[in-house]
Each structure stands twice: as C-alpha cells, then as structure tokens.
C-alpha cells in the first residue's frame, strides 16, 4: 500500500502562482510513475502531469504545457507540480496518484485531494 498526502493548493487570482505537494508513504519502493489528475464540477478527472520516478521523463496535458512543471525529490518520496500562469479554468480538486508494480499487478493510489481555486 502507498498513502499519499497532498498539500498547498488554495486560492489565486488569474495570472499567478501556485504550488502542490504530494508526499508518499508505505511501499514507495514499487511506485514507477506519480502524477497529478484535476477534476473540475460536472467533469471527469483528467491528467495534468505525470512524471516516471525513476528516470524523471515528464508528461503534460496540452493545456498546461508551458505554465505547469511537476517535479519530484526521490529522497523525500515528494512530487510537486508548480502552476504558474493559472486560469479560472485551472480550477478543480487536484488529486496525486501513485502507480506502482508489485508481482506484475499495476496498483494506482490516490490522495484525498486538493482544491484549486483561480479567480478572474
């Protein structure tokens, strides 16, 4: 099991910052990618970004490349996603997950989440 718990997010106006923070714990050493999912009101989840704990290769959803990077501390078992540039249309509870292999069964974890909230 992996246990995952996001913090930072909050309240911003358009045009500004904000910075999340997952950290994971329990049996991190089979987790080979972490990641960071939105869903806004009356959406589904959708990815934002992922990164592969291992090598760091990154992926982005295409409206966030250029204004969000996630990043990772292998040493504090923490992945972090910087959302620069936010719109009103950034708003949404913003979930970590964790996936991890484990005897070739794929296993996804969640965090309780998040909430974003940008103003126009």
């Known amino acids: 099991q992996v246990q995952l718990v996001e913090s930072g997010g909050g309240l911003a106006q358009a045009g500004g910052s904000l910075r999340v923070s997952c950290v994971a714990s329990g049996r991190t050493s089979s987790t080979y990618e972490m990641g960071w999912y939105r869903q806004a009101p009356g959406k589904e989840r959708e990815t934002v970004a992922t990164?592969?704990?291992?090598?760091?290769?990154?992926y982005y959803a295409d409206s966030v490349k250029g204004r969000f990077t996630i990043s990772r501390d292998i040493a504090k078992n923490t992945v972090y996603l910087q959302m620069n540039s936010l719109k009103p249309e950034d708003t949404a509870v913003y979930y970590c997950?964790?996936?991890?292999?484990?005897?070739?069964?794929?296993?996804?974890?969640w965090g309780q989440g998040t909430q974003v909230t940008i103003s126009s």
């Open positions: 990164i592969n704990w291992r090598v760091g290769s990154t």
């Open positions: 997950n964790a996936a991890s292999l484990v005897a070739g069964n794929q296993n996804w974890y």
